[in-house]
C-alpha cells in the first residue's frame, strides 16, 4: 500500500494552480485595470507668424535681446478633466512631461490637459470640456478716457498667464488589459505683444509709465484656441527704457480668431477697433497720457508679435504733443484695482 505525504499533495496542487491560465477570475485579481500614459511635447511658441517673419528678421541691436529669449517656459504640471461618456467627469495630475493614469473599461473617453499654475487665469464651463475656456482676472484703473470712450464695453483685466492646453476627443473604447501610450502636443493659448514707445526727447522727465491694450478678446476656447468675440482691456506696467517705454504683454491675441477679417487684403480696413494707451508719471508730478489706433499693425499680428509707437515727446513745458497723440493731464491713483481669482468658475 502505498502512503501519500501531505507535502506531495501540497506540491501537486501548487502545480496545478501554476499551469492554470493566468487570470481566469478577474474578481481575484487586483491589476484588471486599463491605463493610458501621456507623453508630452510643449510647442515654446510667443507669436504666430501671419506675415511679419519675426523670427527670421530678429533684430536684436533694436531690441536688446533674442527672439527666443520671449519663450515661455515649461509650465511645472498639467491638470487633466476626464470627461466620461455618461456625462460624469474626474481630474487627475500629471507632471510637464506626463504620466500614466488608470482610465475606465468600455466606452471611449475625452480629455482636456491644462496647465494649472497659473495666477490670473480663470476657467470656465470646465466640466463640458468642449465649452471651457479661460479669462483673466478683472483689474481696474481710473481714468483713460480715450480707451474707455472707444471701448465701452470691454472689460480690463490682467496680462493672462502662460497658458497651455490640449484635447483629446474620444479615445477608443478600454478593454480588461489594455495599456496603451498616447502622445499630445501642448500648444500656447496665450501669446506675447513686445509693445515699444518710442520718444524722440523727454523720456528722462518720466518716472513711471504703465500701459493699456484695448480691443483684445476677453477669453479663449481651451478645446481649439478660437477667441471669444468679446473683447477686454489688458492693464500693464511699463519698463523705462533709454528710447522709451516698454512691455512685454500677454494676450489671447485679437477677437472673434480665427474669422475672415485675416484673410482680407491688407488694404481693407477692419471695423474693430484696437487701442494703445500710454500714461507717464513725470518726475515733478504731472501725468501725460498718449493714445494711438493701432488697427493697422495687428492686421498680421492676431497672435503676438512688436507693436511700436514711435515720435512721442515730452515739451519741458509739458506742452501740447506734435507727435499726433491726445495727450492728457489727469491724477495718478496710488494703485490698480486687482481682482485674484478665488476659485474655478462652473
Not at 510647442?43 to 501671419?50: A, H, I
Not at 477686454?232 to 485679437?254: M, N, P, S
Request: proline share 5%; hydrophobic share 35%.
Amino acid at each position: 500500500m502505498k502512503i501519500i505525504n501531505k507535502y506531495n499533495i501540497i506540491a501537486v496542487a501548487l502545480s496545478v494552480i501554476l499551469l492554470l491560465p493566468a487570470c481566469q477570475r478577474t474578481e481575484l485579481c487586483y491589476d484588471h485595470y486599463p491605463t493610458l500614459t501621456f507623453g508630452l511635447e510643449w510647442e515654446y511658441e510667443w507669436e504666430r507668424d501671419y506675415g511679419m517673419n519675426h523670427a527670421a528678421n530678429w533684430d536684436v541691436a533694436l531690441h536688446g535681446f533674442n527672439y527666443d529669449d520671449v519663450r515661455p517656459n515649461r509650465p511645472e504640471w498639467v491638470s487633466m478633466i476626464i470627461n466620461k461618456p455618461d456625462g460624469t467627469s474626474s481630474e487627475k495630475y500629471l507632471d510637464s512631461e506626463g504620466g500614466k493614469v488608470s482610465v475606465d473599461i468600455g466606452e471611449g473617453q475625452s480629455y482636456l490637459l491644462y496647465n494649472g499654475d497659473t495666477e490670473y487665469i480663470m476657467l470656465h464651463d470646465i466640466a463640458s470640456l468642449t465649452d471651457a475656456r479661460a479669462t483673466a482676472s478683472s483689474r481696474t484703473r481710473a481714468g483713460m478716457a480715450y480707451i474707455n470712450e472707444h471701448h465701452p464695453d470691454a472689460r480690463s483685466t490682467n496680462p493672462p498667464d502662460v497658458l497651455y492646453a490640449a484635447y483629446v476627443d474620444n479615445t477608443p473604447a478600454f478593454a480588461v488589459h489594455d495599456h496603451r501610450s498616447l502622445d499630445v502636443k501642448m500648444q500656447p493659448l496665450v501669446y506675447t505683444y513686445i509693445v515699444r514707445y518710442e520718444f524722440e526727447y523727454g523720456v528722462e522727465h518720466v518716472s513711471l509709465a504703465r500701459g493699456a491694450l484695448a480691443g483684445m478678446a476677453e477669453s479663449v476656447y481651451m478645446r481649439d484656441g478660437k477667441t471669444s468675440d468679446e473683447t477686454a482691456i489688458i492693464l500693464y506696467d511699463c519698463d523705462i527704457k533709454d528710447y522709451g517705454c516698454e512691455a512685454h504683454v500677454r494676450t489671447f491675441g485679437i477677437p472673434g480668431f480665427p474669422d475672415e477679417y485675416y484673410g482680407r487684403a491688407e488694404s481693407e480696413s477692419s471695423d474693430r477697433p484696437f487701442s494703445l494707451n500710454l500714461e507717464v508719471l513725470l518726475k515733478n508730478g504731472k501725468i501725460i497720457e498718449f493714445n494711438h489706433d493701432i488697427a493697422d499693425q495687428l492686421k498680421k499680428q492676431p497672435r503676438g508679435g512688436v507693436i511700436i509707437v514711435s515720435g512721442l515727446h515730452i515739451e519741458d513745458q509739458i506742452g501740447e504733443s506734435e507727435s499726433g497723440f491726445q495727450v492728457d493731464v489727469t491724477d495718478w491713483p496710488e494703485h490698480d484695482v486687482i481682482e485674484l481669482p478665488i476659485e474655478v468658475q462652473p
